[in-house]
């Protein structure tokens, strides 16, 4: 099993109840397979706001992955390891 920590920012800690988590992963999972498991655990309310109607990640929303935004990473760099540090942070714009 893997061992991560999940991090919730802004109105994300609304609905886990949490800004940090300790989670566990089967081996070779990757973060997808993560984020399943997290909406899973906090149903509908989570996936609408990672996940628009179109089934794709929200523009206004950040997954970073140790750090950088699984966006732009590779899918061999998308497995987690024990110890990944998991960010999901809505992303805020103001004028």
């Known amino acids: 099993m893997i061992k991560t920590k999940v991090r919730f920012a802004s109105y994300l800690q ?3 109840g949490a800004w940090e988590e300790a989670w566990q992963i ?3 999972s990757n973060i997808y397979e993560l984020i399943d498991k997290l909406i899973a655990c906090y149903g509908k309310k989570l996936e609408d706001a990672i996940y628009g109607e ?3 990640q929200r523009p206004g929303l950040r997954i970073l992955l140790n750090g950088r935004d699984i966006r732009f990473l590779d899918d061999e760099k998308l497995v987690l390891s024990n110890g990944d540090i998991v960010l999901i942070l809505p992303v805020l714009a103001g004028g």
């Open 14 to 16: 609304e609905i886990t």
């Open 26 to 28: 089967s081996d070779g």
């Open 54 to 56: 179109d089934g794709e």
